[in-house]
């Protein structure tokens, strides 16, 4: 290795790496003996605009799985949390289907048939046209260029499994920043806390819908439980999300109480929530919520149970008229 100066700087610098590199030996060799007892990451080669906000510096430290293969503007420590979101969310749906994300909480969601593209990108923006300007669009398909020329309002950053050369020539011309999802990653939520880190895993419940009360929903319906439950997954706790005809049309989340998550949930929905599929990201602890949901028209429902009040809530939704459907395990998102 040819070194063109031999400074007190230089050697510094050769030695921080080095033991960063056999750190990280250590790491993985201790793990092949007892799995999961040692993290160590590297810084990556991948300089981020800027922290949370403009006057916080931020690093990326681990092989991150994508790569970014167009970007006007730096890419932003906000701008790699929005894309995993969005990411994670899309990547769960078995359809073909797009998800909008702003500040890591999906904004829209739509699912449809894989020769109309365009067409699902479209509902996905419109689902929430007014959240999803500057926000993060993630498809789990191959973008094209028929799908890019559609696009119609400013996004931050586009994340896919892989583009067309044309899309890619389409959108090297625009400020959006372009993310390639290289691999298959393991998927885990963290959070530093009390000066320590606190690691996750992130999955959603294996398992079927179990219908509880009323009869069965048709296959179309029994689609819009699951694509608002798989969104509910990304969603800020507590949350509701409804979805109709492979849309959401309502999504509220972040919010202490779910029957003010319903509200919120109900009032974008309108007049779409009538004959609606919702879903809730935990259990109902009364039927406020439910009621909620109710009045403006939801029909179908799907929640996990646990609660000390599931059959008070149960024979609400009889009492409504609602078909409820218990969800293999909650999908809390803090």
Same mark, same amino acid.
């Given at each position: 290795?040819?070194?063109?100066?031999?400074?007190?700087?230089?050697?510094?610098?050769?030695?921080?790496?080095?033991?960063?590199?056999?750190?990280?030996?250590?790491?993985?060799?201790?793990?092949?003996?007892?799995?999961?007892?040692?993290?160590?990451?590297?810084?990556?080669?991948?300089?981020?605009?800027?922290?949370?906000?403009?006057?916080?510096?931020?690093?990326?430290?681990?092989?991150?799985?994508?790569? /970014?293969? &167009? $970007?006007? +503007?730096?890419? !932003?420590?906000?701008? =790699? @949390?929005?894309?995993?979101?969005?990411?994670?969310?899309?990547?769960?749906?078995?359809?073909?289907?797009?998800?909008?994300?702003?500040?890591?909480?999906?904004?829209?969601?739509?699912?449809?048939?894989?020769?109309?593209?365009?067409?699902?990108?479209?509902?996905?923006?419109?689902?929430?046209?007014?959240?999803?300007?500057?926000?993060?669009?993630?498809?789990?398909?191959?973008?094209?260029?028929?799908?890019?020329?559609?696009?119609?309002?400013?996004?931050?950053?586009?994340?896919?499994?892989?583009?067309?050369?044309?899309?890619?020539?389409?959108?090297?011309?625009?400020?959006?920043?372009?993310?390639?999802?290289?691999?298959?990653?393991?998927?885990?939520?963290?959070?530093?806390?009390?000066?320590?880190? /606190?690691? &996750? $895993?992130? +999955?959603?419940? !294996?398992?079927?819908? =179990? @219908?509880?009360?009323?009869?069965?929903?048709?296959?179309?319906?029994?689609?819009?439980?699951?694509?608002?439950?798989?969104?509910?997954?990304?969603?800020?706790?507590?949350?509701?999300?409804?979805?109709?005809?492979?849309?959401?049309?309502?999504?509220?989340?972040?919010?202490?109480?779910?029957?003010?998550?319903?509200?919120?949930?109900?009032?974008?929905?309108?007049?779409?929530?009538?004959?609606?599929?919702?879903?809730?990201?935990?259990?109902?602890?009364?039927?406020?919520?439910?009621?909620?949901?109710?009045?403006?028209?939801?029909?179908?429902?799907?929640?996990?149970?646990?609660?000390?009040?599931?059959?008070?809530?149960?024979?609400?939704?009889?009492?409504?008229?609602?078909?409820?459907?218990?969800?293999?395990?909650?999908?809390?998102?803090?």
């Amino acid at each position: 290795m040819a070194l063109e100066s031999d400074d007190i700087e230089t050697r510094k610098r050769l030695a921080a790496l080095t033991f960063a590199f056999t750190s990280q030996y250590d790491s993985l060799r201790a793990n092949q003996f007892m799995p999961n007892i040692s993290l160590s990451f590297q810084q990556a080669n991948l300089d981020l605009r800027y922290g949370e906000n403009p006057h916080e510096r931020a690093w990326i430290y681990g092989n991150h799985a994508f790569e /970014l293969l &167009s $970007e006007k +503007k730096k890419i !932003s420590f906000n701008n =790699v @949390l929005d894309a995993e979101a969005a990411w994670f969310v899309v990547n769960d749906l078995t359809e073909p289907a797009a998800v909008v994300v702003k500040h890591q909480s999906p904004c829209g969601a739509a699912i449809g048939d894989v020769m109309e593209k365009p067409k699902i990108v479209a509902k996905a923006i419109d689902a929430d046209r007014e959240s999803s300007y500057g926000g993060i669009l993630a498809v789990n398909f191959e973008l094209d260029e028929k799908t890019v020329g559609t696009i119609d309002t400013y996004l931050e950053v586009i994340v896919a499994p892989s583009y067309t050369e044309k899309a890619l020539e389409i959108l090297s011309n625009k400020r959006t920043r372009v993310i390639k999802v290289k691999k298959n990653f393991v998927a885990l939520a963290g959070k530093f806390a009390f000066g320590s880190l /606190l690691v &996750s $895993e992130r +999955k959603l419940p !294996s398992g079927p819908f =179990v @219908l509880r009360v009323g009869e069965s929903a048709n296959d179309e319906r029994l689609k819009d439980l699951k694509l608002a439950y798989t969104v509910a997954e990304g969603v800020k706790s507590n949350t509701i999300v409804i979805a109709k005809d492979g849309v959401t049309v309502g999504i509220g989340g972040g919010q202490p109480s779910r029957k003010r998550a319903a509200w919120i949930a109900t009032s974008l929905a309108g007049e779409k929530a009538r004959g609606a599929a919702a879903a809730s990201d935990a259990f109902f602890p009364f039927s406020d919520g439910l009621e909620t949901l109710a009045r403006a028209g939801v029909k179908y429902v799907v929640a996990p149970l646990g609660s000390i009040r599931d059959e008070e809530v149960l024979n609400k939704a009889m009492d409504l008229g609602i078909t409820f459907y218990e969800a293999p395990g909650r999908v809390f998102r803090h």
